[in-house]
């Protein structure tokens, strides 16, 4: 008899080291996970980036860097959005 797991990614394993064994967050953790984000010299750098791929002017290294900035802020959302179910906080959508 076999067993599926889903398989591991950054995320799921992050959220494990963060949490307990289930990925689940404390309290505590899920509040500091919420207010961390990019500096502003890393969003100017992303900005600088972006701009410049769209020119296709990047360097190999640049665009590694940009994929690594594009992979980090991937995790965070996750990681924010797994600590907002912890606290029971729903996201306010813009109504139009």
Request: no cysteine; hydrophobic share 40%; charged share 30%.
């Amino acid at each position: 008899m076999s067993t599926t797991t889903s398989p591991e990614n950054e995320v799921t394993i992050l959220a494990r080291v963060l949490g307990d064994e289930r990925g689940e967050l404390s309290p505590e953790i899920a509040r500091h996970i919420l207010g961390v984000g990019f500096s502003d010299r890393d969003k100017a750098r992303m900005n600088d980036l972006a701009t410049r791929n769209q020119e296709g002017a990047l360097s190999t290294a640049e665009q590694e860097e940009m994929a690594a900035f594009s992979k980090a802020g991937t995790m965070l959302s996750i990681l924010k959005s797994k600590a907002r179910r912890a606290l029971g906080v729903k996201l306010e959508l813009p109504t139009y």
